[in-house]
């Protein structure tokens, strides 16, 4: 499709948006923008064959997803969103990359409720952080698997917190959806873009 192979282009040097300088931004946003105009999915919550699924994160403008990749020590790895409509869930995934055995994870949970065909309200309700070999991670999608079956890891393998939703809410809007590419807004003016794994 017109618009995709430039907007993926776009990204693809900005490594979720760390490295990106203003001009990056600014093209990045263009790119989205032209592409958000030829959506093929006009009501994306409908169409929950495409929408459902695992999601790696290719770029955000959100600082509080990027300064993951402050800590000391660390890197930022992969980020994925995973949605889980049946279930109305979400679950962003931040894999953090350290020395040997000590890579981490960082891992919330919401819930989601329609609000319109393209728009999530997002309320956050758990939090989980730990050494990946300590949870038991393998991938994303055995992680969230163990996420929805462990009411609470012990203090032995993470750090399993309550959110309080109240105060950690949000929206996001899809404003494009094809096969393998999203693209979506959030309430603080956030921008992202997604791949289907």
Do not use: H
Not at 24 to 47: F, G, H, K, M, Y
Not at 132 to 138: H, K
Not at 139 to 145: K, T
Request: hydrophobic share 40%.
């Amino acid at each position: 499709m017109l618009g995709k192979a430039e907007l993926l282009n776009a990204v693809a040097g900005a490594n979720r948006g760390i490295n990106s300088d203003a001009s990056d931004r600014s093209a990045i946003q263009a790119a989205a923008a032209t592409l958000e105009e030829r959506n093929p999915t006009p009501d994306p919550l409908q169409a929950s064959d495409r929408l459902d699924g695992d999601w790696r994160l290719l770029y955000t403008t959100s600082r509080e997803l990027l300064n993951i990749d402050r800590l000391p020590l660390a890197s930022l790895g992969p980020i994925y969103q995973c949605i889980r409509l049946a279930e109305n869930r979400i679950y962003n995934i931040a894999e953090v990359n350290g020395p040997p055995l000590l890579s981490g994870l960082v891992a919330v949970a919401a819930t989601l409720e329609a609000v319109s065909t393209r728009r999530v309200n997002v309320r956050f309700a758990r939090g989980v952080i730990g050494l990946r070999q300590a949870l038991g991670y393998e991938s994303v999608g055995q992680f969230v698997q163990v996420m929805q079956t462990t009411p609470r890891f012990s203090l032995l393998r993470g750090i399993d917190f309550a959110i309080n939703p109240d105060r950690q809410s949000g929206w996001l809007e899809v404003t494009y959806l094809d096969d393998d590419l999203r693209i979506g807004r959030g309430n603080q003016g956030s921008l992202f873009v997604l791949q289907k794994v």
